[in-house]
T-cell receptor
Framework: EPEVTQTPSHQVTQMGQEVILRCVPISNHLYFYWYRQILGQKVEFLVSFYNNEISEKSEIFDDQFSVERPDGSNFTLKIRSTKLEDSAMYFC?????????????FGEGSRLTVL | AQSVTQLDSQVPVFEEAPVELRCNYSSSVSVYLFWYVQYPNQGLQLLLKYLSGSTLVKGINGFEAEFNKSQTSFHLRKPSVHISDTAEYFCAVFNTGGFKTIFGAGTRLFVKA
């Protein structure tokens, strides 16, 4: 069964360092997303990406964040200068071969720890 | 903009008892609705979805949910829970034509022996 894969599963970084989280969405899906979950809290929308551009982003997704689809398979989230409050689980998701119903297929997540 | 409210942060229940996890949403347009389950240290897995048609939808692991448009609710139910159902459950809503699925704060279901 096709699945979304994410790397790394866990990354520890120093405050102020750049971090790139990588995702391989389900092949032929058209919509890509990043969500964040701070430990034990709600799943927060960060950004959606469609047709090679950001389609929507949340207030959390400020200038420190960027996304890219550098080739036909990878979808990356970059945090330019990490802060302590960026520590969270980051989930990549993809959806839809055609019309988007918002049904998301999630990866297992990348846990980011900022020291 | 859409929003989701899960009315219970934690629901303790004994094994084999029925359970209902409540979810209300708000939106100015028509919506698609979802329930996801998250087991400890894992990603989110789709339990069930309402897109159209019958308002009673059945999902995996014996769960079902009913879409009530007039009450803007999508409550999740299971007639008899197992210890293995202990997990976090998230209700989610997607505005048709939109670009994001929004999640509720989650309900932790704790099944006791």
């Amino acid at each position: 069964e096709p699945e979304v894969t994410q790397t790394p599963s866990h990354q520890v970084t120093q405050m102020g360092q750049e971090v790139i989280l990588r995702c391989v969405p389900i092949s032929n899906h058209l919509y890509f997303y990043w969500y964040r979950q701070i430990l034990g809290q709600k799943v927060e929308f960060l950004v959606s990406f469609y047709n090679n551009e950001i389609s929507e982003k949340s207030e959390i997704f400020d200038d420190q964040f960027s996304v890219e689809r550098p080739d036909g398979s990878n979808f990356t989230l970059k945090i330019r200068s990490t802060k302590l409050e960026d520590s969270a689980m980051y989930f990549c998701a993809s959806s839809a071969f055609g019309q988007n119903t918002g049904e998301l297929f999630f990866g297992e997540g990348s846990r980011l720890t900022v020291l | 903009a859409q929003s989701v409210t899960q009315l219970d942060s934690q629901v303790p229940v004994f094994e084999e008892a029925p359970v209902e996890l409540r979810c209300n949403y708000s939106s100015s347009v028509s919506v698609y609705l979802f329930w996801y389950v998250q087991y400890p240290n894992q990603g989110l897995q789709l339990l069930l979805k309402y897109l159209s048609g019958s308002t009673l939808v059945k999902g995996i692991n014996g769960f079902e949910a009913e879409f009530n448009k007039s009450q803007t609710s999508f409550h999740l139910r299971k007639p008899s829970v197992h210890i293995s159902d202990t997990a976090e459950y998230f209700c989610a809503v997607f505005n048709t034509g939109g670009f994001k699925t929004i999640f509720g704060a989650g309900t932790r279901l704790f099944v006791k022996a």
